[in-house]
Each structure stands twice: as structure tokens, then as C-alpha cells.
């Protein structure tokens, strides 16, 4: 075995601890991008949660305060 031989070893051994590096890098950074949009998804949900009740309650109010206006002019048409 020459000194040619374990010098080839060595680059092939460097190339590919490089390569199994940069595959862990890839699995580590795809995991945080999901573990971000996780945590995107759950506070928006949070916040929609938050939210929802008293947009709820304002849009009844709405619809009946609109149905109350739409009864009062029909009646209003009515009596002319």
C-alpha cells in the first residue's frame, strides 16, 4: 500500500463526511421550517380563536339590527 493509496482514502473519507454533513444540515433546517409554519399555523389559529367570539356576537347583532331596519321599512311601504 502506498502513500498514493491511503491519500485517495483519505480525500474519498473527507468527501464523504462532507456529504453526510451536509445531509444532516438539510434534515435539521427542513425540520425547523416545519416546526416555524407549525408555530405560524397555531397562532393564527390562536388568534382567529381570540377573535371569532366577539366578531361572532357583532355579526348577530348586525344581522338582527338589519332585519330590524328591513321590517320597519317593509311595514313603512306597506302603510303607503
Known amino acids: 500500500m502506498s502513500l ?3 491519500l ?3 480525500i474519498i473519507g473527507g468527501a464523504g463526511l462532507s456529504a ?3 445531509r444532516s444540515e438539510y434534515i435539521r433546517w427542513r425540520e425547523h421550517g416545519a416546526a416555524e409554519r ?3 399555523t397555531s397562532m393564527r389559529q390562536l388568534h382567529m380563536h381570540r377573535l371569532s367570539p ?3 356576537a357583532d355579526s348577530i347583532r348586525n344581522v338582527v339590527h338589519f332585519e330590524t331596519l328591513a321590517d320597519l321599512e317593509s311595514s313603512a311601504d306597506r302603510e303607503r
Open 4 to 6: 498514493d493509496d491511503v
Open 8 to 10: 485517495f482514502g483519505v
Open 20 to 22: 453526510a454533513h451536509f
Open 38 to 40: 407549525r408555530k405560524e
Open 54 to 56: 366577539r366578531e361572532g
